[in-house]
């Protein structure tokens, strides 16, 4: 792609100028549009070490009001990033709705030195274009604009410039390793991008290479191209989407009503021994994962009243309070709603060795928010695949991921619901939305079926969790836990 | 206060067991109440290394509904926190009314063993303790309730500890070089630690030392002391709070009225001349300050439509876009709302070597909620004081702190509104409210008039720019920050 590319002939100064002037005033006026059409961009500055691509990103942001953009600097890889799966620390900055975000380096610039300097293996550098690809592809298939440009020059040049950064007392310290190693073997980084870029180039977020050769003609070249996406962005954005196929290994489900509950319990004595025992191993595999670095995730789905909170209470009550959070989830607040539903999860996640408890998750979006019409069609129809390759992304990282389904009947959810009216201390717990949502049983049982039949992957297999008898419900969820980090562990 | 203390005497294990049952329940139906009154609480839990803050904090916090209490693990200091003021890895902690918040180590730690290990001089550990205290101050001013526990053990204990976790291979790692130093330099240590629990004992937010030798023991005297501490709070909880007597420095400040606006006017030739120069200027200091990592805030208030958006605009374009952040301020969402108000500022803060420039800022609290009587009379007038603390914190951090007041005539505002009103492009950019404040104008005035007195200190100084003439509002700012950011470097 970079080195059999005929680059466009670069115009005359007048011609560059008057061309400038014109896309500069489009873009500034496009930048109403679109917050107008809530459409959110994502512009992707990549290239060579002193390519120019933050003078670029400085002169193209220019034209925007600085409430409606922001720039993301991502060239360092950070402490905390590395405590997180690959793609956090740029998923973090996906803008909001009518917003614009531009990346000064990003996936591409970290895959491609890592895997150059030899940190990444073949394998795992592979396994992380195919994150790359599907990340891409949600952002698209959620709305999201993504310009992706590739800042190119010649070995001469880039020489040139560092010799220029260097000499300068005052900028010296711009010039990085990285640069001198890819000026050094500048053929063998050639072809590491090469192949990067056809392997992430695609139509819906494709690739542009930017001759930059002239500070003016890159950014000639990039105006064209953004104000032209932003135009296509603009019309298609009414456009339903292709549901993709599941490509993911799924586990065979039992129906919600095939699930016989009453026989499902427990001796109090033989709960308080069990508790302990499993209570004690969870301490000691608590302290194991910390130490290995093993990151945890819990989810908790279930009826109103299924007994999540006590059964959640037993679960921390053996872990370490410096290892884990507990995260309750309401409805999306506006700067969580007006991202990708799933931003707000992955800004939740834990570093690793921590474990990180979902009271409610992101399964919401098949559930709440198909039945009360919180999405489009389209959306939750799509949102089965991208949970799944959600995590997958959180299992490449190496996240032990357990899913509970905590099931009751009808009648003991009634008896529960009653039992909170008459209870003064529990009235807190039960709400006229509990009412409501119950009264729709039938419809969330259809999405729960169908959620546990497309949502169960080998690596994030669903548990259903019989809690008609609490006790039986929560020695059965911890008996789980204990054995999947087990598992992981050894 | 620590050597010279007679510990209580530790009861029996049955009286212990007994009152252990009872203040369990007590705190687990306290949690309600504390949701009720939008009580929010921290408990800071220091001690010597070993004295099992970890294990504490997980006893106590059993008896709390997870979704009520975050435990914050502030042992290590990260990175990301040498970039930002000293306090700011502990204020971001700070729960929400109605939740609580266990710090596990805290100001006290990381203070005490940098001044241990020489990383902190003297004088910079009096300035932070000094710090400390306003900041615990202004939690407790503000509704907060602060319970600081230190667990103390023997020297003789210690050892012990140490070495039965050392010769444990699970455990081995979590035996730190800190712990070691404070064995091996117990009465050093001790003589440190008292100092600092005499510095920071006060009757909002007393020091209260707790007998480590049992896990026990530590639990019934915490709970005992925590949930009188509920008690007490939420009986307190409608008292008023004595407003603070300003203590730092001010300049002179002119009254509005006594600004003439009408002749600060520029030619366009001097103005392109004059801006290319100091923006030129400006792109190289931004420069400096990047290479030596000094943090710089830009505060803009102002009338609406003074021209607080174009005038920042200029002051961008001169900046590299790695190295900046605009935070436009709008009214404050939920989540922080129900905090400190200050706190969604601070965790706004630039990393050092970064501008961060605010487009309406924390003034909000002394203007629009202090006449639109979003917060009571006492809360905005004790935020005069407390802002000149927020601004000394940034300052005693070597922030380089510049404050603008855009200043326009109200028949210059009817017509820029009247402008907007009537062209297209610019619709967006007037509403409503803005009318509506515009009816405040004189309400307004006397607000900012008194902000002005009270808040332009001789470390961040309030600059008046008049703005009838934007080109020459947009010189007077770039002066003004050009020639601070000189002061700063050289």
Redesign the interface.
Known sequence: MLNNRIMKEKPSDEEMNTRLKALQKKLA?QT?AV?EHKLPVIVLVEGWGTSGK??L??RI??NI???FY??A?LEKV???DRRKPFLWRFVKEIPEAGNFV?M?SGWMDQLTREYAHKELSKKDYELRIANVRRFERQLTDNGYLVVKFFLNISKKEQKKRIRTLADDP??K?RVTDTDLAQNKHYDKYMDIFDKFLDATDSSRAPWYIIDGCSKKWAELQVLEILTEGIDVALQNHSLAVPIPQNVFPLMDMPKLSDISLQDKTISDEEYSKRLKELQGKLR?LH??IY?KKIPVIIAYEGWDAAGK?GN??RV??A?????Y??F?IASP???EKSRHFLWRFFTRLPRSGHVA?F?RTWYGRVMVERIEGFCSENDWKRAYNEINEFEKELYDWGAVIIKFWIQIDKDTQLERFTLRQNTP?KQ?KITDEDWRNREKWDQYETAVNEMLQKTSTTYAPWHIIESVDKKYARLKTLEIIVDAIEKAIY
Chains 1, 2 share one sequence.
């Not at 872990?319 to 290892?323: A, E, F, H, Q, S």
């Open positions: 006026a109403l917050r933050g003078s990103v400085g942001i220019n009001d600085p409430r922001r720039v600097s950070r402490e905390e531009f000064d005052a900028t310290w000691e302290n194991s130490h909170g959640i209470k921390t009550e872990l370490d309070p410096r290892g959070e507990v309750p607040l506006p700067y408890i009271d201390e807190w």
